[in-house]
């Protein structure tokens, strides 16, 4: 196994949603918000003055080139943390922006009380350098599979990790316990939103995968791998 491929079967996926966190006392200290879907959270560069819980919906972060094309970094659901960078570096501003991907509830809390918290709380400060290594190790794996496999094998291996983390097993098929759309997946393999659509097409045309319920189901398994990670 190559460690690309090795990367990609490490489970990381770009989407983290319901996530095993227990914030306490965090949502006590901060400021209740509901976003609707496309409102911005913040911007890079700006002044990280807050940090957000996620409750519910989901929140897309991104970074911008200067030619102006967008690279979505993750997609942060339930339980999530965001703008938490630069709180263990002293950094003075944001390195990526956060928007709504879906109407969302989130905890807007400043950022000095969030700080003071975490002195007088390892299990909390834990918390946070987990997600943190999480977060980095989701940027490693974008860059390998950027840089060494097609779209369309990015999309595979998205597939494979969304059912390696929200998989939900009945019989011999696997679903994928949550649902994204076409333009969402496309966000997360930076590709167009046509080619995530006619990726998926093909893929339940061969009968790798079907969909029910509005949720995606692996019908075959090794032939996604197979599509994955190996070259044409």
């Excluded at 209740?32 to 519910?56: M, R, S, T």
């Excluded at 263990?88 to 950022?111: G, P």
């Amino acid at each position: 196994m190559t460690k690309i491929e090795s990367a990609i079967n490490s489970s990381v996926t770009s989407w983290l949603d319901s996530l095993a966190f227990h914030w306490h006392p965090l949502p006590q200290l901060g400021q209740k918000l509901v976003l609707q879907k496309h409102a911005f959270i913040f911007l890079e560069n700006q002044p990280n003055d807050f940090v957000y819980l996620v409750l519910n919906g989901r929140i897309r972060l991104y970074v911008t080139s200067l030619n102006g094309v967008e690279k979505t970094i993750a997609i942060i659901g339930k339980n999530g943390m965001i703008g938490e960078n630069g709180i263990f570096d002293n950094a003075a501003s944001y390195n990526h922006s956060a928007i709504a991907a879906s109407k969302a509830t989130v905890i807007k809390i400043d950022r000095k009380k969030f700080e003071e918290t975490l002195k007088g709380d390892f299990e909390l400060t834990r918390q946070v350098l987990v997600l943190v290594n999480l977060k980095m190790r989701i940027m490693s794996s974008q860059l390998l599979q950027l840089s060494s496999y097609s779209a369309i094998q990015r999309i595979c291996h998205t597939l494979l990790q969304l059912v390696d983390t929200y998989g939900i097993k009945s019989g011999d098929k696997e679903f994928i316990g949550i649902r994204f759309t076409h333009q969402e997946l496309a966000n997360l393999v930076s590709t167009s939103r046509v080619t995530a659509a006619n990726t998926l097409k093909k893929l339940e045309l061969t009968g790798v995968i079907s969909k029910q319920n509005g949720k995606y189901v692996i019908e075959d398994k090794a032939r996604l791998i197979s599509l994955g990670t190996h070259h044409n």
